[in-house]
């Protein structure tokens, strides 16, 4: 179930970049190498092997959009509590 609920994060991160949050290029890229590397880890938890350092990411992301986008850091937030759910 975290799984399914980590999905759905996701996909709302991916909708709220598809609508036009007004990021910078490497504010964007940025986003969406943070989804891949949660996607990736998401495969790697069918082999049991967490990445530590994936937590760390989200985190410093959250951080990093707090004050000027508060709607993705939220999503960001409930990301990392899916991945913590999930024992990541």
Same mark, same amino acid.
């Given at each position: +179930?975290?799984?399914?609920?980590?999905?759905?994060?996701?996909?709302?991160?991916? $909708?709220?970049?598809?609508?036009?949050? *007004? &990021?910078? !290029? !490497? !504010?964007?890229?940025?986003?969406?190498?943070?989804?891949? $590397?949660? !996607?990736?880890?998401?495969?790697?938890?069918?082999?049991?092997? *967490?990445?530590?350092?994936?937590?760390?990411?989200?985190?410093?992301?959250? $951080?990093?959009? $707090?004050?000027?986008? *508060?709607? &993705?850091?939220?999503?960001?937030?409930?990301? +990392?509590?899916?991945?913590?759910? +999930?024992?990541?």
């Amino acid at each position: +179930m975290p799984a399914n609920d980590l999905q759905q994060q996701l996909e709302a991160l991916h $909708e709220q970049l598809a609508q036009g949050t *007004p &990021l910078s !290029e !490497e !504010e964007r890229a940025s986003l969406y190498l943070l989804i891949q $590397e949660i !996607e990736v880890q998401l495969a790697r938890q069918a082999a049991a092997a *967490p990445d530590a350092t994936l937590v760390d990411g989200v985190n410093l992301a959250v $951080e990093r959009f $707090e004050a000027s986008h *508060p709607t &993705l850091a939220g999503t960001l937030r409930n990301i +990392m509590q899916s991945l913590a759910n +999930m024992g990541i």
